[in-house]
């Protein structure tokens, strides 16, 4: 059974940070492409951030420079790092494993506001 797990999110001032941590199991971690999007209320589910199996990353132009992913194969363990969090930043974080098929984790608040 393919889980993924999140953890990290939570409410943070503008200009704050937080890591986001996804753990998964079921599956051959180092073979999937790892992603981290996220959807606001009423807006369609974007992407953030992905990495490959060989560590090349690929960001949106919104959070380029602020946001860095990162993987632990060792640890089956995909990470989000945001720094310099703004108000338009809110929203739920889901991890997600793509190779011929594609998996979610159940997704996490992260919450900006003063």
């Known amino acids: 059974q393919v889980q993924l797990v999140e953890s990290g999110g939570g409410v943070v001032q503008p200009g704050g940070s937080l890591r986001l941590s996804c753990a998964a199991s079921?599956?051959?971690?180092?073979?999937?492409?790892l992603g981290w999007y996220r959807q606001a209320p009423g807006k369609q589910r974007e992407l953030v951030a992905e990495?490959?199996?060989?560590?090349?990353?690929n960001y949106a132009d919104s959070v380029k420079g602020r946001f860095t992913i990162s993987r632990d194969n060792a640890k089956n363990t995909v990470f989000l790092r945001m720094n310099s969090l703004e108000p338009d930043d809110t929203a739920v974080y889901y991890c997600n494993a793509k190779l011929w098929n594609s998996y979610w984790g159940q997704g996490t608040q992260v919450t900006v506001s003063s």
């Open positions: 990495i490959t199996q060989g560590g090349s990353t």
């Open positions: 079921g599956i051959s971690f180092n073979h999937y492409v």
